[in-house]
């Protein structure tokens, strides 16, 4: 019997996540639900439903596990708890700080209900927190690195157009290649925040803007860009569609470490992810996760859980015999 998903939110992310189930023979996509009218939202499932948000809580029954896709400043902070009252559900959510927070308070609803609920599930928190857990577990006398990009920071992109006469823009955060070769020979540099990455700003401004003054604006921009080298371009409308269009994004988790009993001897972990699409990428290991939250629900589990708690069997639709046949 497949797993029947169903999706909060229809952005780039739940666009996704919606992919990515069609690519999993185990899983189908139930229901779509929207803040919008739903008769304005077109999906490319044609059997599944598209509702409002106000009707989740009466597809609690058709549903086995409900992936949130909203932003993680507004929307999953209160939907996520919300939601674990009718469903097992799962959740990108992705301000690292507050993640602790966020836990504890869909674990309360999750376990008051008797659901699994499974947060901050994507590539960074989660992929990468899985390779820097692993790379720490095994060398333990090391030290952790992790470079992002290059690729489109949305946020970034974000707080850029919110600037008083800017039409359009996007934000790409770049590793300091010299910083990441430093890392990789085993230097274990000391780095600061503006040695490792630097940003570069395309913006597409309104007409008669003072383009001097939004520079300056960008650069300074506390909590996003005045800790780094920031380059900013000014480009026509046109030029932003024709070569920036997509959202790419990607990065290095490096650890390195040494062993023996004087630790004679050096070694360096890395993994790396190299993204055409950061929202599909994220959404394809959001749907794996939705299997570890179906499968552990079954088993009567209960409560929420990172990507630390989840055994890596249950991400894969094969059963333990094919795992340790083909992939073991």
């Known amino acids: 019997m497949s797993i029947r998903i169903g999706i909060m939110g229809y952005g780039n992310l739940g ?12 899983m189908e ?25 106000d009707d989740a809580e009466s597809m609690k029954d058709e549903i086995d596990v409900l992936i949130i896709c909203g932003g993680s400043a507004t929307d999953l902070p209160v939907q996520t708890p919300k939601y674990a009252q009718w469903f097992n559900v799962v959740d990108s959510f992705d301000t690292h700080a507050k993640i602790p927070e966020h836990f504890e308070n869909v674990d309360k609803a999750a ?6 609920g499974i947060i901050s599930v994507g590539w960074d928190p989660g992929m990468f927190s899985l390779n820097r857990m692993y790379a720490n577990a095994i060398l333990t006398n090391g030290k952790d690195y992790t470079f992002w990009g290059k690729g489109v920071s949305q946020g970034h992109s974000d707080a850029i157009r919110r600037i008083d006469g800017v039409k359009d823009g996007k934000q790409y955060t770049i590793p300091v290649e010299a910083a990441l070769e430093s890392v990789r020979n085993g230097e274990n540099p000391e780095l600061t925040t503006r040695q490792k990455h630097t940003r570069e700003c395309f913006v597409v401004a309104e007409e008669g803007a003072d383009l001097a003054r939004i520079e300056q604006e960008i650069k300074t921009m506390p909590n996003y860009f005045a800790d780094y080298d920031t380059t900013v371009h000014f480009i026509s409308e046109e030029e932003l569609k024709r070569d920036h269009s997509g959202i790419p994004h990607g990065g290095f988790v490096i650890r390195t470490g040494s062993t023996g009993w004087n630790n004679e001897n050096k070694h360096v972990i890395e993994y790396s992810l190299k993204l055409d699409s950061n929202p599909e990428f994220t959404s394809s290991v959001i749907v794996a996760y939705a299997r ?3 499968r552990m629900s079954q088993e009567g589990q209960k409560g929420c859980k990172t990507v630390f708690d989840v055994a890596p069997a249950y991400l894969s639709a094969m059963d333990g015999a094919e795992l340790r046949k083909h992939l073991l």
């Open 15 to 26: 666009r996704g996540v919606e992919c990515a189930v069609k690519h999993n023979p185990d």
């Open 29 to 53: 996509l139930a229901a779509v639900f929207t803040r919008r009218d739903p008769k304005t939202v077109k999906i490319l499932t044609e059997t599944a439903k598209v509702c409002h948000v």
């Open 111 to 116: 376990k008051e209900s008797g659901h699994v």
């Open 292 to 294: 570890a939250a179906h």
